[in-house]
């Protein structure tokens, strides 16, 4: 079993989604403080979908003012209304109960690492594998979604050992799952990669995201062997020319290898 080093959990209250939610309550509060105005001076009660659209509108003010992505300003200002109108669907509470409990083993600290779950795919792993080198080796996917580039390395190399770590519960359950349904000899962690030390490693595979690379690259530097690679799917890291490019699928993203000197 490989050590996983402790965590702080400082990081989690820094997270864009936790400040999304932050925002979300205060557009909240002045929505309402604005309402109640408007009632008590000259007895106006807005419609509850207007006071939820208004909601959105404050929540993505407030976002673009605390330079959240593009993105969360859209939800910020959907989120809302959109709740006002599932709620006017009268589902039975156990389906929120269930979607909910669904995401978060799927998507578990996404709100935190900033990094979603979405799948390489075979043409990738094929072109990893014939990168790696002709010997033995140890190497590892950090966030290794459903385990698929892990099963087909260990699959294609039976005399190299391969890992994968994963922090969502449910894909990692599903890749221990496939691996022994199949008899397969990967090993699979259910754990944070941040905490793992990579200096037993001569591979590390990352298909993370964008603000991921760049305390990747650090770890990278700190802790792995010299001689050992560093593989990103897609994403590259900001100021470091990678060693060797490839494209697995035509016009589609990169691969970057880096060698550690
Ligand atoms: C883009 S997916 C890549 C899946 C897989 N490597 C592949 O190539 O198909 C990224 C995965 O990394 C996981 N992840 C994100 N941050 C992580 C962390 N700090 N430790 C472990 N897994 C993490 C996510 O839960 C997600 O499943």
């Not at 404050?58 to 003012?65: E, F, G, I, K």
């Not at 062997?225 to 060797?244: C, K, M």
Request: a positive charge; one cysteine or more; proline letters at 7%.
């Amino acid at each position: 079993m490989l050590p996983l080093r402790s965590h702080s959990l400082s990081l989690s209250l820094k997270a864009p989604a936790v400040q999304a939610l932050c925002l979300q309550f205060l557009s909240f509060f002045i929505i309402v403080f604005g309402a109640t105005i408007l009632w008590k001076t000259i007895g106006w009660v807005l419609p509850i979908l207007l006071l939820a659209i208004l909601q959105g509108l404050v929540a993505a003010l407030l976002s673009r003012r605390c330079d959240l992505a593009s993105w969360w300003l859209l939800i910020q200002l959907l989120f809302a209304p959109a709740l006002v109108i599932v709620l006017g669907w009268q589902l039975p509470p156990w389906i929120f109960l269930l979607a909910f409990l669904l995401m978060l083993s799927l998507y578990w600290s996404t709100y935190r690492t900033q990094v979603p779950l979405y799948l390489s795919g075979p043409r990738v792993w094929k072109a990893v594998s014939e990168l790696l080198p002709a010997r033995p080796l140890r190497g590892i996917d950090i966030g290794s979604g459903l385990g698929g580039l892990v099963l087909n390395l260990a699959k294609r190399h039976p005399e190299s050992e391969f890992y994968g770590i994963e922090l969502a519960p449910l894909p990692w359950l599903l890749s221990l799952l496939r691996a022994r349904l199949r008899s397969n000899p990967a090993h699979f962690l259910r754990g944070d990669y941040q905490l793992l030390d990579l200096s037993r490693f001569d591979v590390v595979f990352a298909y993370l995201s964008p603000v991921a690379m760049s305390p990747l690259w650090l770890k990278f530097q700190a802790e792995m062997p010299v001689g050992s690679l560093l593989i990103s799917y897609e994403f590259a890291i900001e100021g470091q020319t990678a060693d060797e490019m490839y494209q697995p699928i035509k016009d589609g993203p990169y691969l970057y290898v880096w060698r550690k000197q």
